[in-house]
């Protein structure tokens, strides 16, 4: 009878749903709710968003306590992790760069990062933090950039802005075409004011410059005297007969005028 007893036991909790949280990097937790994630350096375990959590002590509410944080690697490190936080609709407020304290290789311990208005865009408070977010191990221990995923979904973050360039690559482009300007600018006065630039000669560019337009000159004007340009030719308006007649018709008018002339 207990044997039967313990295999319907058995047999409920495998087919009865255990409600445990599972929650990858880079998607949403709620608050209140714990969850594990194993990165490639660390191990950040049964950590949680306490928001007036009942059985919790209230010293600890509006932060996130790890019932154990540890170094996975094989050389000390600072505890370091990135975590988005999401209002109700699921949007970035704020973004907790953590980068602290120290762990040797293999070492685990207990930890707790308070969370404060600092870490929140102007308008949110920590009433507003609805859900939290594992984004990265912050392996590089950046401190700042806060307000860097305001407004995006967590799907979103780290993703291109339809091709646009960031501000980084923005200020580098204004940076180079700022050089070049400044470079051209000196290549110019020095050419046009200065004997900077010669040849191997030693001769100044421009005075080739010069000679070289002289003779391009004289070339083109001894071509013209060789093989001077032909005047138009007169487009014809009227055909040869019709230039007879007329002709014909001019010299006997001044004929008969004559003539009358003659008996006035």
């Known amino acids: 009878m207990k044997k039967i007893s313990l295999l319907i036991i058995v047999l409920l909790m495998t087919f009865i749903p255990v409600n445990a949280a599972n929650y990858e990097m880079r998607e949403l937790i709620p608050i209140n709710i714990e969850n594990t994630i194993v990165t490639n350096n660390f191990s950040y375990k049964s950590f949680v968003y306490v928001d007036n959590k009942e059985g919790v002590d209230k010293s600890k509410n509006h932060s996130i306590v ?19 936080l999401f209002n109700s609709e699921k949007r970035n407020i704020g973004t907790i760069n953590y980068c602290a304290d120290s762990l040797q290789s293999k070492e685990e311990k207990d930890y707790e990062i308070k969370v404060t208005k600092d870490y ?16 990265s191990e912050n392996i590089n221990c950046r401190k700042d950039g806060e307000l860097d995923y305001v407004g995006q979904k967590v799907e979103d973050i780290g993703m291109k802005k339809n091709n646009t360039l960031s501000t980084d690559a923005t200020f580098l482009l204004k940076v180079f075409g700022a050089v070049f300007g400044v470079i051209f600018l000196i290549f110019l006065y ?10 191997f000669d030693g001769k100044d560019i421009r005075t080739d410059y010069k000679k070289y337009n002289k003779e391009l ?18 487009k014809k308006t009227k055909t040869d007969e019709v230039l007879k007649q007329e ?8 004929d008969e005028t004559e003539l009358h002339n003659m008996y006035k």
Do not use: C, W
């Open 217 to 234: 000159k004289a070339r083109r004007e001894f071509e013209e005297r060789i093989h001077p340009t032909p005047p138009p030719v007169k």
């Open 190 to 199: 020095e050419f046009v004011f200065t004997s900077y630039y010669t040849n």
């Open 66 to 84: 790890f019932r154990g944080i540890k170094n996975l690697s094989d050389e000390a490190k600072p505890i370091t992790i990135s975590i988005g």
């Open 247 to 254: 002709a014909e018709a001019a010299k006997e008018g001044r």
């Open 120 to 135: 929140l865009a102007k308008e949110n408070t920590v009433n507003d933090i609805k859900y939290i977010a594992v984004l």
